[in-house]
Structure formats: structure tokens, C-alpha cells
């Protein structure tokens, strides 16, 4: 089975400061990792994925992750936070040997305050 | 590209009717819809996944009879809600998988059911 931890509910930051958003996950092979963005009352936009290559993805709107497989981490981050950037964020895996399913985290409430 | 189409946006209907979410694939045939409920500031919990030509299948706890999914084409799956009760107020999300290429999942824009 595959499973994602997201072990903040909400993280808050001011305007400019360097954010970071925790994930953590489980899978039996091979783990294909996503970030999405949700805001109010719309699907999940797609920020970046992990499948094979380097450790370090870049995405959408400046935000990369950290793929590290001794930890079995997959952070968020971004160097300067935009108010614009408060949002929801889910983290997800998709298990490379095993189907399409993909398997969310609990999701992290991003709060970027002027 | 990879764009999926959900309609409608929102919908208010009366306890006790039925109400069809819609998701078209536009661009891309979508041979697997994976339907997602999700309840206020709650993660995404997969309800069912629907196949083009052949039976959905439902996640332990969904009943199947209540939420019925129709995977009518590559290009398009149904989410019907039957006989819908307030406790069945929640947003609904498609999502389908990269096909050729991979590529990141495709979610259509959600529907926010409201049973009065």
C-alpha cells in the first residue's frame, strides 16, 4: 500500500521569506511524486513531479521540491513567498510499479501574510 | 494540452433527486477517470475508478448503487448521484491519467454539490 504524510495542517510565512511545505510517503516500488495546488473551490492544479533524474525539481510559479530517498521526503519549497501563494497544497504518490492511483496527503494550508 | 472539462461547476439540488457530474477529456483519450470526493478543508479520498468499457470500480465504503459511474467513452465519464441527501453536500473531483508521454494528472475544476 501507498500512503503520504503531510504533517502540517497549516504553515504560515510572511511576504519574502523562504517557505517550505513537509511530505513524507510510502510506496513498495519505485515512487512517482506530485505537488498540487488547490484554491477555494477549484480542481488541483499541477506545481511538479519527481519520476526519475535529479533529486531537485523545479515547477510552476518558482516552487521546487527535494526529492530524498533516505527520508522518503518530497518538500516543498520556495525561496521568496508571494501573498498570491496562499493556497492548499497536497502532496501525492503514485506507486511506478503498480497502476495509475494516485494517493494524496492530507493536504497543508498555506498562509503567506503581507 | 491534457485538459479535462468538468460540468457543471455547482449544482443545488432537492433531497431525494438525482444530480450527473460530467468530465470530458478534450484534447486526449482517457481510457481511466479516477473519481475523487472531498469535504471542507479535508485531503481528496478516491471514490471509484471508471473504465472505458467495462464496470467501475468502487473504493471499500462507496456505495455503488448510490453513486453511479458510467465511463461512456475515451472522452467521457458520468458521476451520477441518485437519490442525493444533504450528507452528500461535498465538492467532487475528476481526474484522469497521463496517456502516451507521461505527464502530470489532468483534474477537471470540481463540482460543488449542495443537497437542500
Known amino acids: 500500500a501507498q500512503s503520504v504524510a503531510q504533517p502540517e495542517d497549516q504553515v504560515n510565512v510572511a511576504e519574502g521569506n523562504p517557505l517550505t511545505v513537509k511530505c513524507t510517503y510510502s510506496v513498495s516500488g519505485n515512487p512517482y511524486l506530485f505537488w498540487y495546488v488547490q484554491y477555494p473551490n477549484r480542481g488541483l492544479q499541477f506545481l511538479l513531479k519527481?519520476?526519475?533524474?535529479?533529486?531537485l525539481v523545479k515547477g510552476s510559479y518558482g516552487f521546487e521540491a527535494e526529492f530524498n530517498k533516505s527520508q522518503t521526503s518530497f518538500h516543498l519549497k520556495k525561496p521568496s513567498a508571494l501573498v498570491s501563494d496562499s493556497a492548499l497544497y497536497f502532496c501525492?504518490?503514485?506507486?511506478?510499479?503498480?497502476?495509475?492511483?494516485?494517493?494524496f496527503g492530507g493536504g497543508t494550508r498555506l498562509m503567506v501574510k503581507p | 494540452g491534457a485538459v479535462v472539462s468538468q460540468h457543471p461547476s455547482w449544482v443545488i439540488c432537492k433531497s431525494g433527486t438525482s444530480v450527473k457530474i460530467e468530465c470530458r477529456s478534450l484534447?486526449?483519450?482517457?481510457?481511466?477517470m479516477f473519481w475523487y470526493r472531498q469535504f471542507p478543508k479535508q485531503s481528496l479520498m478516491l471514490m471509484a475508478t471508471s473504465n472505458e468499457g467495462s464496470k467501475a470500480t468502487y473504493e471499500q465504503g462507496v456505495e455503488k448503487d448510490k453513486f453511479l459511474i458510467n465511463h461512456a467513452s475515451l472522452t467521457l465519464s458520468t458521476l451520477t448521484v441518485t437519490s442525493a441527501h444533504p450528507e452528500d453536500s461535498s465538492f467532487y473531483i475528476c481526474?484522469?491519467?497521463?496517456?502516451?508521454?507521461?505527464?502530470?494528472?489532468?483534474f477537471g475544476s470540481g463540482t460543488r454539490l449542495t443537497v437542500v
Open positions: 484534447d486526449f483519450q482517457a481510457t481511466t
Open positions: 501525492a504518490v503514485r506507486d511506478g510499479g503498480a497502476g495509475n492511483m494516485l494517493t
Open positions: 481526474s484522469a491519467p497521463p496517456g502516451g508521454s507521461f505527464r502530470g494528472y489532468t
Open positions: 519527481y519520476i526519475t533524474g535529479d533529486n
